[in-house]
């Protein structure tokens, strides 16, 4: 069971980019990724029993929507409030709750949090309060009396504060995995960090993001529901949060059925990563071969059959890593022939009863070049030396810099297209 379920960036209105060339079950599964994970999602917080759906990110937009989006979308708020599950949308703005609502036709079970708006929910006779993490000021407590009057209702048991990363919505793998890594650290770790310990054992954050990034200690990460390429944190999950340990026996004297008094709760509830992905972004590593394109295709084939079938995935995308060790001239050989390799590869993949489909072929562009620089190649440092020497000390030499602007694996990158460049003049 949970008590609650997040997803974050479903992003239903913008379709996944269908690599040129691909077939029409490539296409078809890709394109219906984003609200087949959707589907996944709304279905474990029915099946869990979960008291609200939490939604945050890019969900659908109103003037981008077309009516069969919305009117799926609205078929499943509706489900979930059937069965006694609320769809909570976090906004960043507080006019977008009306243009949503009025979007959906303002179904049942929906409800909106935003900006200065916090929502209470009665999860099992326990109140909880979620609320948009942005700015310390909405982390505050909340009072609990007025005037000196008795509160009317009781305090808040849990506080659940829910942000996102914005400038991660479009990550590529150039970007850098630090983008926006200073929001959870000024917005979400306040939560924790500015209130007395009794309340911050109360809060639950937790930020969503497309990015690897680390976050503050106590802040649950919080992918995509579905990855849109192959360099994002994480194929694709929701998450669960269990307040209440439901192992516990219940009381029928209560309403209910629970206590929040007599259960056990945990510090900051109970995380649990369910995946969602329907597609799946896969690097398969070779050693190169010799001979042309037809050896390559064996290879690679070879290598798929002995792939893992991944069960949650429709589609497995691969993306195949040919090792050259430190033959320029090889590298630029399989990238001559890796067209023709793709197309074999292609018309081997049509009669497989399984469905990996592979998009790419390319020497590893993460191969070191410790071997040809001057710790392995005999030069003495300061002396006249080829130019892959040379590129080699500089790549070496970022890749053990503390303050270097670019990650290793990017350098290594450049510096073989460098030598690939010059080997194929």
């Not at 995509?224 to 994480?234: G, K, T, V």
């Not at 197309?343 to 070049?369: T, Y």
Request: charged share 20%.
């Amino acid at each position: 069971m949970a008590d609650l379920v997040f997803a974050f960036d479903p992003a239903l209105d913008r379709p996944i980019p269908v690599p040129e060339g691909a077939p029409r079950a490539v296409r078809e599964a890709l394109l219906d990724a984003p609200m087949a994970a959707l589907r996944t999602t709304v279905a474990t917080a029915r099946q869990s029993q979960a008291s609200a759906l939490v939604l945050c990110g890019r969900i659908l937009d109103p003037l981008r929507a077309s009516p069969a989006q919305a009117q799926a979308l609205r078929l499943m708020i509706t489900d979930l409030a059937a069965n006694a599950c609320r769809t909570v949308w976090i906004t960043d703005t507080t006019t977008a709750c009306a243009e949503i609502s009025r979007m959906l036709g303002e179904p049942s079970g929906l409800i909106f949090v935003a900006p200065s708006k916090p929502v209470t929910l009665t999860i099992r006779n326990l109140p909880v309060e979620l609320f948009l993490a942005r700015t310390p000021l909405e982390t505050t407590p909340l009072p609990t009396a007025t005037n000196g009057q008795r509160p009317q209702s009781p305090p808040l048991q849990r506080r659940v504060a829910v942000g996102w990363d914005l400038a991660a919505c479009n990550f590529e793998r150039w970007d850098s995995p630090i983008a926006g890594g200073d929001r959870p650290a000024h917005g979400m770790t306040f939560a924790a960090s500015h209130c007395s310990p009794e309340e911050s054992a109360r809060i639950s954050c937790i930020w969503g993001s497309r990015h690897h990034e680390s976050l503050p200690k106590g802040v649950h990460p919080l992918p995509a529901l579905q990855a849109r390429s192959a360099h994002e944190a994480s194929s694709g999950n929701c998450a669960t949060l269990t307040f209440i340990d439901h192992a516990h026996p219940r009381d029928e004297a209560v309403v209910g059925g629970y206590d929040p008094h007599a259960v056990h709760l945990e510090s900051s509830g109970n995380w649990n990563d369910v995946p969602t992905y329907h597609v799946a972004w896969r690097s398969l590593s070779v050693d190169s071969p010799l001979g042309g394109d037809e050896e390559l295709a064996s290879t690679i084939w070879s290598a798929l059959e002995g792939l893992d079938i991944d069960r949650h995935a429709r589609l497995q995308i691969i993306r195949c890593i040919v090792g050259c060790g430190t033959s320029v001239a090889r590298r630029v050989r399989v990238a001559e022939i890796a067209a023709e390799t793709l197309a074999r590869v292609h018309k081997m993949c049509d009669s497989s009863p399984f469905h990996p489909w592979c998009q790419e072929i390319l020497a590893d562009p993460n191969e070191s070049l410790l071997a040809l620089g001057h710790s392995r190649s005999g030069a003495k440092p300061g002396s006249t030396t080829s130019f892959s020497t040379a590129l080699a000390d500089i790549v070496l030499a970022i890749e053990q810099s503390p303050h270097a602007t670019i990650s290793p694996g990017m350098a290594r990158e450049a510096g073989w297209m460098a030598l690939e460049l010059i080997e194929s003049i």
